[in-house]
């Protein structure tokens, strides 16, 4: 599909005229040039060729598993008249392109998600006000159904510790598949992300998880999104795995636990209403249950340990809506801490929104890509 950017402009061509200055007879004059044989034409200089504009797009993260969302900046070396945008193969849904004030850059977006595992070129050309063109490609393929080589990292670095870091691990495993660096342990991440809780939970709450991914590297932009039901936010947690081809937290065991949602099962379509989605599954990384680790097996030991949860476990849907350690069950406001054995509130308190706040919904964690909202507030993207 190809747009073209309206932005009328007025263009007043000028011509300009060389003028040849001779003495009486034919003499030249003081200033002029050595005489010509007669009849000879004097010689013109052809003005030089106007310079091509270099048009970039803003680089890619992964051209091997991208996004399926076509969305992004653009920048041109100099001032264009016109800019068009195309997908190839077309989608079957509009694109569009837009320009800035300084018609040097803008942003271009397509209103769906392109199909998985599917060879993409987007194209941008460009035209000055001289009509000088030029271009720029970039060649893509969209993920799969679910994302490959991502890390995994156990919550129990000591196995002694209590089971508090399966966040913090989680954004560990998070941090090095989107930069490709190990800068903290989950450890030092849980540490680094309790002065940042808008809670008491005992270990990092949503808007800490959020706000920490993002200190640790400021192009992930997570905000977390709450939902009424279970469906609900799981169809979400699939449809933005694929926008943003980056894992998702989900906030599953009442709010205690935050496995990795990796890839789905089943069928997503061109955006989050399409009757054509149906998801049969999740693929899911568990910082606990991918832990082999005798000495850790006190946790929770009637839940099952295994390598694939290392590698991305699959979980039919209907275990993933019945099971506790799942998504049965909605955030819960109060938990009983193993620590004294009381009741406390562990949902937002910092009077930034009224209570209940997570109480009673289904939480999840996702690159929403918002620059302007800050990450430890609830995500305000709209799903198309």
Not at 310 to 336: C, M, N, T
Request: net charge neutral; hydrophobic share 40%.
């Amino acid at each position: 599909m190809r747009v073209r950017g309206a932005v009328p402009l007025l263009l007043v061509a000028l011509t300009a005229c060389a003028c040849v200055t001779e003495g009486p007879s034919g003499a030249a004059g003081p200033s002029a040039s050595p005489s010509r044989s007669s009849g000879a034409s004097p010689s013109r200089s052809l003005p030089p060729p106007a310079a091509a504009p270099v048009i970039a797009f803003d680089p890619p993260r992964d051209t091997s598993q991208g996004s399926r969302f076509v969305a992004g900046r653009w920048t041109s070396t100099l001032p264009l008249l016109d800019v068009q945008f195309s997908v190839t193969p077309e989608p079957a849904f509009p694109c569009t392109i837009a320009m800035d004030a300084d018609r040097q850059s803008g942003g271009y977006t397509c209103d769906g998600l392109l199909p998985p595992a599917t060879d993409v070129r987007l194209e941008l050309m460009g035209t000055t006000p001289q009509n000088t063109r030029s271009r720029a490609t970039r060649n893509l393929r969209t993920m799969g159904e679910r994302l490959s080589a991502v890390p995994w990292f156990t919550e129990f670095e000591d196995p002694n510790a209590e089971a508090l870091a399966c966040a913090a691990a989680s954004v560990r495993i998070i941090q090095v598949f989107t930069t490709g660096r190990d800068v903290a342990t989950a450890k030092a991440i849980l540490a680094r992300g309790k002065p940042l809780n808008k809670s008491a939970d005992p270990g990092i709450d949503p808007a800490s998880i959020a706000a920490v991914i993002t200190a640790l590297e400021p192009t992930n932009r997570y905000h977390y999104y709450r939902f009424p039901t279970k469906e609900a936010a799981t169809r979400a947690a699939v449809y933005w795995l694929a926008r943003s081809a980056k894992p998702v937290i989900a906030l599953s065991l009442a709010g205690q636990h935050a496995p990795v949602i990796t890839g789905y099962g089943g069928t997503l379509g061109v955006s989050a209403a399409d009757a054509a989605t149906t998801i049969t599954g999740l693929v899911v990384e568990d910082p606990q249950r991918g832990d082999l680790d005798p000495l850790t097996a006190r946790h929770r030991p009637d839940k099952s340990r295994s390598r694939d949860f290392q590698v991305g476990a699959y979980i039919p849907l209907d275990e993933w809506y019945a099971d506790d350690w799942w998504f049965r069950d909605a955030y819960k406001g109060s938990i009983v801490f193993n620590s004294d054995g009381k009741l406390h509130d562990v949902d937002r308190s910092d009077k930034v929104y009224p209570k209940p706040h997570w109480d009673g919904t289904f939480v999840i964690i996702v690159d929403d890509g918002d620059t302007t909202n800050p990450p430890d507030r609830e995500g305000k993207v709209a799903i198309r």
